[in-house]
T-cell receptor, first 115, second 114 residues
Framework: KAGVTQTPRYLIKTRGQQVTLSCSPI?????VSWYQQTPGQGLQFLFE???????NKGNFPGRFSGRQFSNSRSEMNVSTLELGDSALYLC??????????????FGPGTRLTVL | AQSVTQPDIHITVSEGASLELRCNYS??????LFWYVQSPGQGLQLLLK??????LVQGIKGFEAEFKRSQSSFNLRKPSVHWSDAAEYFC????????????FGKGTKLSVKP
């Protein structure tokens, strides 16, 4: 069974640009969550999508948005990039919503560098 | 504020030695508790979790963790470390029910000496 895949794996952008990251969950998984990992703030929850609906959102500005398609694939978009957005963005999928009960499987992440 | 603390940023142990990684949570009610491992260039992998019941939980790769309510702790242990255990370990908690968000500690990087 293929794991969670994220594309691209590495990305370099400049301030003010926007970026879209993609996540393909494990087959049969309907929930996709996104996390930001930085050396300073650690791992922080961005949002979760389940059946194409945003179920939960972390404490991030509106520049961070996402969506989920009918095949459960998800995209995350960051507009007007800032230097502080440089991070590893992790995607995790689970069969159902509810992070306590449903084990999340993480992808390898997309490393975003903002210059 | 709801938080989780991993006091040790970096730990070095010799191969074959025992390991204990510390984790403390802040909230009063017992949260859902997790330990994840992240190897370089890879995503996180769940080692074990605690919801209720027996306070000693067994996980994958020979790891175990013990929940101690009186100390608000959920420490991860392994009796004999292997070189392949070198990685970063994250304790995580969910407060306020099963729909809550994962709150991660800052992580403990484990190095293993031959």
């Amino acid at each position: 069974k293929a794991g969670v895949t994220q594309t691209p794996r590495y990305l370099i952008k400049t301030r003010g640009q926007q970026v879209t990251l993609s996540c393909s969950p494990i087959s049969g998984h309907r929930s996709v969550s996104w996390y930001q990992q930085t050396p300073g703030q650690g791992l922080q929850f961005l949002f979760e999508y389940f059946s194409e609906t945003q179920r939960n959102k972390g404490n991030f500005p509106g520049r961070f948005s996402g969506r989920q398609f009918s095949n459960s694939r998800s995209e995350m978009n960051v507009s007007t990039l800032e230097l502080g957005d440089s991070a590893l963005y992790l995607c995790a999928s689970s069969r159902n919503s509810g992070r306590a009960i449903n084990e999340q499987f993480f992808g390898p992440g997309t490393r975003l560098t903002v210059l | 504020a709801q938080s989780v603390t991993q006091p040790d940023i970096h730990i070095t142990v010799s191969e074959g030695a025992s390991l204990e990684l510390r984790c403390n949570y802040s909230y009063g009610a017992t949260p859902y508790l997790f330990w994840y491992v992240q190897s370089p260039g890879q995503g996180l992998q769940l080692l074990l979790k605690y919801f209720s019941g027996d306070t000693l939980v067994q996980g994958i790769k020979g790891f175990e963790a013990e929940f101690k309510r009186s100390q608000s702790s959920f420490n991860l242990r392994k009796p004999s470390v292997h070189w392949s255990d070198a990685a970063e370990y994250f304790c995580a908690v969910i407060y306020g029910g099963s729909q809550g968000n994962l709150i991660f500690g800052k992580g403990t990087k484990l190095s293993v000496k031959p």
